[in-house]
């Protein structure tokens, strides 16, 4: 079993900055691939940013290239996600995700909320203008 906690989220003004954290327990999937995704009201749950062992490899979604930077610290089983540049359409409740199975970011299913076994219970990002 996996316990996945975010804390982090707060309310920001535009082009201020927040960091994210996601702290694991129980199994840890740290050498698998691990994903943030973010859901706004009305609107599905999308893929923000993955990444590989540990850093080995990152990923982003086009919207938060060049603002947002994912990162891992093994020892603290702790994946976080710096927020800067922060802009009203990031408002949103942030989650991290894990799953047994995504041994690699690499692929279409990465961005899928469907395809995680494995979620916390979010943190709200609330970026006014």
């Known amino acids: 079993q996996v316990q996945l906690v975010e804390s982090g989220g707060g309310s920001v003004q535009a082009g201020g900055s927040l960091r994210l954290s996601c702290a694991t327990s129980g199994t840890t999937y740290s050498n698998n691939c691990m994903g943030w995704f973010r859901q706004a009201p009305g609107k599905e749950r999308e893929g923000v940013a993955a990444?590989?062992?540990?850093?080995?490899?990152?990923y982003y979604t086009d919207s938060v290239k060049g603002r947002f930077t994912i990162s891992q610290d093994n020892s603290k089983n702790t994946v976080y996600l710096q927020m800067n540049s922060l802009k009203p359409e990031d408002t949103a409740m942030y989650y991290c995700?894990?799953?047994?199975?995504?041994?690699?970011?690499?692929?279409?299913?990465?961005?899928?909320?469907?395809?995680?076994?494995?979620w916390g219970q979010g943190t709200q990002v609330t970026v006014s203008s």
């Open positions: 995700a894990a799953d047994p199975y995504r041994v690699t970011c690499n692929s279409p299913g990465t961005w899928y909320s469907e395809f995680w076994t494995y």
């Open positions: 990444i590989y062992s540990g850093g080995l490899s990152t």
